[in-house]
């Protein structure tokens, strides 16, 4: 009698494990984040080459969730375009932009509790990755982010500790550290989703051996990946020292591509090429041996 209750109790152990293994094969995965913890990588090298899924990428994205007017959100006709898109396969996301840009996009917080509530709507019961960084590392590559985007505020005024418009409402929609104060984003995302299905990962962990983490990162979310795929390329790296100054004066020159800057005159095509320089030079060995520090 003993003997057939574990052997009962084997069998029903062993259709939970594989009930559990083919729900994990089937699920959303929505990757949000954080900025600057490698999703350039992610949106490049990896989810996209993911076999039996569909990735959705930035474009569609922007033009069904995150910039969706809000009287034209419907998520019952959004959700029928997004399964022709995705044709009965199983969906990833990973987009930094529902957590806002790097210059622009905070607010007091309404812009990403928005946008997690659309996800909710349109994914249900899904898994939620959340990439989180050592804070002060993720401000200063936030901020080289923020040069590289044609900025020109200094540091102190970037993040806020120096003044910026004289009319709060101004203030409004501007780049708030804030953002990475993860227990926030961690709660509310457990709040809509479940705290069983919010995974939170160490980017330190990914850059120290990315091999071995895409590995256990593959296997824990049942993801079978191209073997083709670029572990090693890295994208967007942080600017050095010298960068971040010598890119911050030419940005003057130029009024694009962020509204929160200083500029004397628009050189036409000049933002253009300042991305091609800084391209090549961010390659150089000598122009990154001092990265970017507070």
Known sequence: MQIQIKNYLNVLGLIFQITDIFTKMNKTIIHIGYPKTGTTWFQKNFYPKIEGSCFLNRKVMCEHIIFKDVFDFNPIIIKEKLDKISNDQRVLICEELLLGGLDIGYGSGEFIVQNAKRLKELFGNSTVVIFIRNQQSILESSYSQYIKSGGTYSVKKYIGLK????????????????????YNIIKMYSDFFGKENVHVFFYEDFERNPVQFIDDFCIHFCLKRNEKININQKENARLSSFLVSFLRFLNLFTRRNTPFKNYIIDLPRFYSLLIFITYYLSKSKIMNRFPFRF
């Open 163 to 182: 003044g910026r418009f004289n009319r709060q409402f101004q203030n409004y929609h501007l780049f708030n550290p804030r953002l990475y104060n993860y």
